[in-house]
């Protein structure tokens, strides 16, 4: 059974940074896409970066140039740096996991990020 365990979140201040991570058990790390969604109150989730099993990495254009997505294939860890934090980026933050194979998906459980000062 895939499990995802999220942390990192937390309260910080506008322009300072954050890095969640995502680690998984329960299957081979190589043969995940990882995804880091994001849902504000009051809105849908969201996309906001992915990386593909041979480090592609993509991202949403309103966290492109802050935010950095990465992986780690020995310690079965997906990351998501975020620098110069906004406001509008709080959120609860949500780690995806797609088998390539078969497209299954797996969540997390969601880590809060506040911005606020």
């Known amino acids: 059974q895939v499990q995802l365990v999220e942390s990192g979140g937390g309260l910080v201040q506008p322009g300072e940074s954050l890095r969640l991570s995502c680690a998984v058990s329960?299957?081979?790390?190589?043969?995940?896409?990882m995804n880091w969604y994001r849902q504000a109150p009051g809105k849908q989730r969201e996309l906001v970066a992915t990386?593909?099993?041979?480090?592609?990495?993509n991202y949403a254009d309103s966290v492109k140039g802050r935010f950095t997505i990465s992986r780690d294939n020995v310690k079965n860890t997906a990351y998501l740096q975020m620098n110069s934090l906004k406001p509008e980026d709080t959120a609860v933050y949500y780690c995806?996991?797609?088998?390539?194979?078969?497209?299954?998906?797996?969540w997390g459980q969601g880590t809060q990020v506040t911005v606020s000062s």
């Open positions: 329960g299957i081979s790390f190589r043969v995940l896409r």
């Open positions: 990386i593909t099993t041979t480090g592609m990495e």
């Open positions: 995806n996991a797609v088998r390539y194979y078969d497209q299954a998906s797996t």
